[in-house]
Structure formats: C-alpha cells, structure tokens
C-alpha cells in the first residue's frame, strides 16, 4: 500500500508534464474524434456503435491511455534497466515480493494517472461532443472494477517483458514490438468490433482486449444484463490470474539466473 | 557497455573538433555550421556504433518502428473495408496524404527527434558538460542518442506513398512530380521547426516536452485525413496558426485537382518550403533565446 502511494506521489510532482499530457490527450481525442465522425457519418452502427457511442469510444480511450501505458511508458523500462545494471540483486533481497512491489508501484502511477490525465480530456470531449455516458451509478462502478482489472492485465504481461531483459540484456526493440500489438489489439486505434471476420473474434479473445475494449464495453453497457458485466469482468479476471502466474514461474527461473550470471 | 562506448566516444569528438582547422574562438557563421554538421555527424556516429552493440535489438527496434506506422495504415484499410470512401476520398488520395506525412515526420524524427530530450538534460545537469564542448549546443542536442530505427518510419512511409502515386488516376504534369519529393522534404522542415520550437519551449516550461507531440504526432494523425473530415476552425489553425496544412494538405490537392476547403487559390500548394524557412527561422531564434536564458540546476 506504502508502495502504491510513493508510486502516486513520485508521478504527482510532475505538474508540467501532466499539464503537458492532458493537452496532447485532448487534442489527439479532437483529431480522432473527426475521423469517427466521417466514418460513422458514411457507416451508421459500425462496429454495433451509434455515433455518441463511438464518440465515448474515443474520449474514454484518450483517458485511460496514460494510465494503462498503451503506448509505451510504464515501469518495465526501469526493471529492464535495473536488470541490466544488475540493481536487481539489491531487490531480490528486500523482504517483499518483486511482482507484488511493481504491481503496487505501478498501480500507484495509474491511479494518479487515471485521476491527473484521465478527467479533463473526458470533460473536453463532454463539452465538445454528445458523448453516450451512462447515467447509472452502478454501471460507472463496474466500469471502474473493469479499469482496474484491465490495468492488472496490462501490468502482467509488461512484467512480463520487463524480464526478458534476463535474457536479452536489453529491451527497447521487444518493448517497440509490445506497443504496437497494444495499440492494435488493445482497440486503441479502432474498436476491436470494427476488426473484420475471424480476425477480429480473435483479437477480442487475448488479453490485450482485456486492456480497453472489454472495460469500454462495460461503460457503453453493451455486453446485455447481469450476465454479460459477469462474463466481460470474468474474461478480464481469467487472463490476469493467467498472465500473474506465467510472471511467477518466468521470475522465478529468471531469479535462477541471477545467481548464474553473478548479478 | 553501451555507456562505455558512449563516454569514448564523447571523448573522441570532444578531442577532434577542438583539433579542427577553425578553432571555436574564431568561427565565423559558416564555419559555425559546418562544425555544427561535423559535430553532429560524430556524434551520430558515436551512437549508431553504440546502437549496433545489440544488434538483435536494433533490428527489433527499426521493424517495430516500421511496424506502429503500418498498423496506423492497417487501421485506415480496416475503415475502408467498410466504406468506400471517406470525407470524399478514396483509399489511393488518402494513402498520398498519408505516405507523405509519414515520410516527412520520419525524417524530421530522425534528424531532429531527440531535441526533446532536452528537458531531462536540463533537469539532470548534463546539459552544463554539453555546453563546454566546442561544438554548438543544438546539434548535440539533436544527435543526442541518434536512433536509427526511426529509418522504419520513413521506409514505411516513402512504400505507402509510392503505392499511392502508382495507383492513383491523376493527370501527371511536370509540376506536379515535382511538387512529390517538395512536399516531402518541405514538409520534414516544417516538422522540424516544431521540433526545434518544442525544444527550446523546454527552457522555458521544463518537463512540458509532451505538448510538441500533440503538433507532431497529433499533426500527422490529423494529416492522413482528408482536410474536409474536419471542422474549418481545426483547419484555419492548422493553416494560418501552426502551418501544418504546407506538410502535405495543401500540395496533395493541387497534385490531385482537388480545391482547398478553405478556399486558397492553387498556388499556394508550392509555398511548402518558404513555410518550412518561416517555421524554422522563429524556432531557432526561439532556441538561442532559450540557450542564453538557461540558469544551471547546480547539480
């Protein structure tokens, strides 16, 4: 919890840059708003959105960007790095759990992300546009434990990649290769329910799809009644069990290594 | 081992560009350029050498570079799998607009990109060693960890839009191949005068380095649409406030016998490079402001 605050309050001092963050969110949001426009303009119910709906789509997508590090950013730079300088030893022998400690740090950063970049660009979009925003408080609720299970899944498979470093000394170009599958397969660039044919029933199965496009679809209440908010949450719940235990037994044939390599 | 390579080969541009013919001291403009380039060119050098060290990474880095700027593509396919076509453009128009914004951002990035960084030298102090070395502060700044990979971007790019030019059904005159590889060239200037503006904003703003991608990146996600998807507000600014339109709205119309929404007579798609120079002029001025007015952190 300790761990989760400092991770909050290392990313709070940086007022500028989240200044700078919530400018650059709205004006991509105004940007990729306008093509949605065109093409739900020529294509009514694409996807199986209305226009306020694909509207929502985009401003909510701008919003969790920063938290969910869709496009890069994130903690994995700094394991990688740690891994490389052999730093890592220092904290394999703290008396917390590695994972645990990112998981809590990196919750931390999103937290403040979600809060500090997230609300003004919904609020810009909100002002600007007719957006499709739930008037239920409950549905706002699932929305958030769906948020939080996406920033699991997303924190898992970036845990992930930050200890290929073990093996790979040094991650720019598999971290260049993550983001572009999270910007594709996340629905960052277009609905994953635009996605064509088998292809796109594919994309909506990994976990990637537990990212943005399932927390979306819990806001815009697509998926239908009690049921469908359990199996779309259930999804997202499954791949992060998933993708947390393949972390375990990665780490801990990594941390076998360590001792190989000497740090 | 990467750092190794890098403090040596700091060393080594430090010690060859003090033993140059034009001695700092005395350096008239001319010469001031062309230690600029020379400068830049080693350092360049020194990181691209640094950069092969992983080789497997590098090669991950340059086609996943390549790779985020398909998918962008595969995305503007995906919609067409639905329509025809999108504010009145076909798939080939847009493919145009698109190649050659890419292209002009991905050479701009290259060169210039790594002016951004120039929040975190301030902020670090590294910054101060830079500026006691004989070679003028921007183009270490720019060459500042030169990546190669960005070449994905511009290959990529420069495919999309000699698949456009291929395909598309426009009558072919003289000015308009010309005006092609203009559009190109002019419009990585201009990219490269916002880099240069973001840069020197930095001075002044210390970590706001994000807002320059919203006229960068933003830019160019805007650029691979057609001018009329967009609100005539958006399009004045892009025009008459931050000239973006010179990147490649305005010369792709001509090239494609399209009128501007906004109502400019043809010629001005040929303005491109004088935009470039007006962007660029501003912006290095910005930056020498920004220079002389930069205190130390002390650290």
Known sequence: ??????????????????????????????????????????????????????????????????????????????????????????????????????????????????????VLPLVAGACAFTLALPSDPLRWLLFLVSVCLGLVVGFAVRYLLGLAAFWLLEGSGVNMMATVVTIFCSGMLLPLTVFPGGFGELVRLLPWAAMLQVPLDVLLGTHTGAGGAVRALGFQAAWALALLGAGRLVQSAATRKVVVQGG | MAEAAAAAGTAAVTREAGAGEAGPGEAGPRGRLWEGLRGYGLIAGMWIRSTMTYRMSFLLATVGNAAITVLDFVAIAVMFSHVDALGGFTLPEIALLYGACSASLGLADLLLGNTERVGTRIRDGSLDTMLVRPVPLLAQVAADRFALRRLGRIVQGLGVLGWAVSVLDVHWTPAKVLLVPVMVVAGAGIFGGVLVAGAAFQFVAGDAAEVQNSFTYGGCTMLQYPPTVFAKELLRGATFVVPLAFVNWLPAL??????????LPGWVAFLSPLVAFAVFLPASLAWRAGVRSYRSTGS
């Not at chain 1, 840059?17 to 119910?45: C, K, M, Q, S």
């Not at chain 1, 226009?51 to 938290?67: E, I, N």
């Not at chain 1, 490389?84 to 703290?94: E, H, K, S």
């Open chain 1, 1 to 118: 919890m300790s761990v989760a605050a400092g991770g909050f309050r290392r990313y709070a001092t940086y007022g500028t840059a989240t200044a700078a963050g919530v400018f650059t969110n709205t004006v991509f949001g105004f940007i990729v708003a306008y093509t949605y426009l065109a093409l739900w303009d020529e294509r009514p119910h694409l996807g199986g959105y209305d226009q306020a709906q694909a509207l929502t789509f985009v401003w909510v997508s701008q919003s969790l960007l920063a938290a969910g590090s869709l496009i890069g950013g994130g903690f994995q730079e700094e394991l990688q790095e740690r891994i490389r300088t052999g730093d890592i030893a220092v904290d394999l022998y703290r008396p917390a759990d590695l994972q645990a400690w990112w998981l809590a740090a990196d919750l931390g950063r999103a937290g403040f992300q979600l809060l500090g970049r997230g």
């Open chain 2, 254 to 263: 001509y090239v494609l016998g399209r009128p501007d929404p906004l109502g």
